[in-house]
């Protein structure tokens, strides 16, 4: 008898992050658009959560995004479009960062340049401190969490399509100065359009 060694992987490391709107609509394979499963004749809806491009869920079925049957087809990822962003509460500190740190207006870092010797976690406590922008002179307003997930600038209640837009104004370049990577993480990315739903 030949004994076999175990072969072993390592694994040099994992990486985790936040799909943008595109990539969800890029992997997805059907629209979510009704709460309906089944029509009166007890077959899958269109659109619906056991819509047939999601993957083939009987044996006799066919997946209609691939072709494949029941157990050929692993299933394919949807989507559902929200009516009004959401801030993912998981996400709230990054959302947090990029209001406090980055100019509402010009969407640049809240240093001067001579301040980016330092590390990008003290680049990003300094920011937070700033009381004007130093590239554009405008006059920054506090910004405020109150948990979970509402900001307040000023007395004024900042809604999650008003931030999204103050967050999409932040260039990759400015976000690398406080250690984000933009192409795996935008915090605009953290107020949610869209939901991927599994296959």
């Known amino acids: ?47 619906g959560l056991m819509d047939l491009r999601l993957g083939a869920i009987d044996p006799g079925v066919r997946c209609r995004t ?7 087809c692993l299933g394919h990822p949807g989507s559902i479009d929200l009516a009004r962003p959401v801030i993912h509460l998981k996400y709230v500190p990054l959302i947090e960062l990029g209001l406090m740190c980055f100019c509402q207006s010009c969407g640049k870092i809240l240093l001067e340049d001579k301040d980016l010797k330092y590390p ?7 920011a937070k401190d700033a009381k004007k922008c130093p590239h554009c002179q405008t006059a920054q307003e506090k910004i405020k969490l109150e948990k979970p997930t ?50």
């Open 66 to 72: 691939c072709g494949g049957r029941m157990k050929e």
């Open 150 to 199: 509402n900001f307040y600038r000023g007395k004024k209640r900042f809604f999650p399509t008003e931030i999204r837009d103050i967050l999409q104004n932040i260039t990759s370049e400015e976000l690398k100065k406080v250690g984000i990577n933009p192409e795996i993480c935008r915090p605009e990315w953290a107020i949610l359009t869209m939901l991927l739903v599994p296959p």
């Open 120 to 126: 990008p976690s003290k680049r990003a406590k300094k």
């Open 1 to 47: 008898m030949i004994k076999m060694k175990p072969i072993r992987k390592q694994i040099a490391e994992i990486s985790f992050s936040l799909l943008s709107p595109e990539k969800i609509k890029k992997l997805s394979s059907a629209k979510i658009i009704t709460p309906e499963l089944y029509d009166i004749d007890g077959y899958p809806v269109d659109g």
